[in-house]
């Protein structure tokens, strides 16, 4: 069983950073690990993905330049540092782990972590 845990959020002015982290328990034997978000009142959207395998690393248009993912293999944990942070990126953020060939659908990933809050202020 893998156990996904999230941390790092909270509330920042715009323009400000934030890094979250996701910590992994257990082999994940992944293909990717990745971010994804929910605003309220709206579906989960990808943010962010890398690949196990070479690191190779996957954003949506709109954090392109601002978000940078990471990964710390040693530790087995992956980070998303968000630079120039906007009120639309207002969102719970979850990181999962897919094994499957496909980085941006949520329902290729089979382990989620809880979430954690991000809050940008205007």
């Known amino acids: 069983q893998v156990q996904l845990v999230e941390s790092g959020g909270g509330l920042v002015q715009a323009g400000g950073s934030l890094r979250l982290s996701c910590a992994a328990s257990g082999r994940t034997f992944s293909s990717y690990w990745g971010w994804f978000r929910q605003a309220p009142g709206k579906e989960r959207e990808f943010v962010a993905a890398?690949?196990?395998?070479?690191?190779?690393?996957y954003y949506r248009d709109a954090v392109k330049g601002r978000f940078t993912i990471s990964r710390d293999n040693a530790k087995n944990t992956v980070y998303l540092q968000m630079n120039s942070l906007k009120p639309e990126d207002t969102a719970i953020y979850y990181c999962?782990?897919?094994?499957?060939?496909?980085?941006?659908?949520?329902?290729?990933?089979?382990?989620w972590g809880q979430g954690t809050q991000v809050t940008v202020s205007s």
């Open positions: 999962g782990v897919t094994s499957s060939g496909t980085y941006s659908r949520q329902g290729e990933y089979r382990y």
């Open positions: 890398i690949r196990s395998s070479g690191g190779y690393t």
